[in-house]
């Protein structure tokens, strides 16, 4: 006989001894199942790698695509909504006209920006006239834009002739025979933008400008013009003499109804009176490229001119 308290072994099949025999994990109300359920009973179907769809992982996101443009919300008012009008003076210039017409169209797309070229060719006989036609066929009436005249007046007229052809609410002009590379134009307009200044002009005066291509003589009429500018006008910038500019609309306009000069003076006379009527001015440097094709029309008829219209803006 167990002695007194001490608990009695159980030989029941629900014991903890006759499950463990068993293969089965006790419980109080587990019973030991019987050999036909357990012949009976079948494996789960495991489903092949084929029948099993491919699940992408959640924090996985498709690759996002660069912008190329600016995003609006980064621009300022209206930025998107500017035209860009290049007033485009021609005068024996059929060689250089493509490839102008083309960087030109390269460099406006590169910003997402509207334009158009106004070409104003003072009946050049070496054909320029034939092939501005030829490049409005191809980019469009809406994009090249030609305003002819009968004879040579003059690079200031011309300017005066064109802006009567525009519709955007920003000027542009620059040389056709490509010492003025399209490829600036879009620091011009970050700058404008930036700034909100009335006028951007381009620079070979500093250190990140520069001039390639030119005779001696010709940097030594052109540094020599600009000194004589500073000392008596003091205009403010350092390339007086330069013609890549960009101008608000307005503000050309209205500087345009005081121009007294059609001639290559025109460039300087146009700064000059910018300051004097209270307009910003800002500067990009370049670097100017002596012509691909063709002769410099400047003579020393022009060099007269500059000085004598100098003397005159020292007045204004």
Not at 18 to 42: E, F, M, N
Not at 114 to 126: C, H, K, L, Q
């Amino acid at each position: 006989m167990a002695p007194y308290g001490a608990r009695k072994r159980s030989f029941l099949p629900n014991s903890s001894s006759h499950a463990k025999k068993r293969g089965h994990r006790a419980g109080p109300t587990q019973s030991t199942p019987c050999r036909a359920h357990r012949q009976a009973k079948t494996p789960p179907t495991i489903p092949t790698p084929a029948s099993t769809p491919r699940r992408r992982s959640p924090t996985r996101q498709p690759p996002q695509r660069l912008r190329t443009t600016p995003h609006p919300a980064t621009m300022p008012p209206n930025a998107t909504a500017d035209k860009f009008s290049v007033l485009l003076p021609t005068y024996n210039e059929r060689e250089n006209l493509p490839y102008m017409i083309y960087f030109l169209d390269a460099a406006f797309a590169s910003i997402d920006a509207d334009y158009e070229i106004i070409i104003v060719d003072d009946a050049s006989p070496d054909g320029t006239q034939a092939v501005a036609r030829a490049l409005q066929a191809d980019f469009g009436p809406r994009k090249v834009v030609l305003a002819p005249r009968p004879s040579r007046q003059g690079l200031g007229s011309a300017y005066m002739h064109g802006i009567k052809h525009a519709t955007g609410n920003f000027v542009l002009i620059l040389d056709a025979d490509m010492s003025h590379h399209p490829k600036f134009i879009p620091q011009f307009v970050k700058m404008q933008r930036e700034t909100g200044c009335d006028i951007v002009t381009g620079t070979r005066y500093v250190s990140e400008g520069g001039v390639h291509g030119w005779t001696l003589r010709r940097k030594l009429v052109s540094r020599v013009a600009n000194y004589l500018a500073h000392v008596m006008l003091q205009p403010g910038v350092s390339d007086l003499t330069g013609s890549f500019r960009l101008y608000r609309r307005d503000c050309f306009e209205s500087i345009m109804q005081k121009m007294e000069a059609r001639g290559y003076v025109f460039q300087m006379e146009i700064i000059v009176r910018a300051r004097k009527m209270g307009y910003s001015i800002k500067e990009v440097p370049i670097t100017f490229v002596d012509r691909l094709f063709g002769e410099s029309k400047m003579g020393t008829s022009e060099i007269a001119q500059y000085l004598a219209q100098l003397w005159k803006l020292v007045w204004v």
